[in-house]
């Protein structure tokens, strides 16, 4: 499994793995929308939008596209499914495909507020990338 949620007194914690970066981040908007969504029917994609995120390192990259994909979520009613990115240095770039939120199908999840900084760990593994993150709920 690419992602799996940790014990955390307040928030959600999540352990995320994925061979690259850009995998890593599919796989990270995977965990959140686990997190906002709960799990739900697939259906076929019916919606792209474009995303955008800079960061100074890998790290605040990775927490700004969560909030990216957040702030999608909130404002295109976003259930996001699938990702098409491009890494240009400091900046990933590319589409996120889903399907708009149904309040009868994708109300099982809980509200995020933010992604934090807190206890954020990205490292390299033999397999690629692990990141520690939490969502502020």
């Known amino acids: 499994m690419p992602f799996e949620e940790l014990e955390h007194t307040a928030d959600v914690k999540m ?3 994925a061979p690259d970066f850009l995998s ?3 796989e990270s908007g995977d965990a959140m929308s686990s997190v906002l969504f709960g799990d739900f029917e697939k259906e076929p994609e019916n ?3 474009e995303i955008e995120a800079e960061g100074a390192d890998t790290s605040e990259l990775t927490v700004n ?12 009613y976003l259930v996001p499914m699938s990702y098409s990115l491009k890494q240009d240095g400091n900046k990933v770039f590319g589409t996120v495909s889903g399907i708009e939120f149904d309040r009868t199908k994708h109300s099982g999840g809980i509200c995020v507020k933010g992604i934090s ?3 954020l760990s990205l490292e390299k593994t033999s397999a690629g990338l692990e990141l520690t993150i939490i969502f502020d709920i």
Request: aromatic content about 12%; overall charge negative; hydrophobic content about 55%.
């Open 117 to 119: 900084y807190s206890g």
């Open 24 to 26: 890593l981040l599919a």
């Open 47 to 49: 919606m792209t939008v």
């Open 65 to 76: 596209f969560l909030s990216e994909l957040l702030f999608l979520t909130e404002v295109e």
């Open 15 to 17: 352990r995320i793995s």
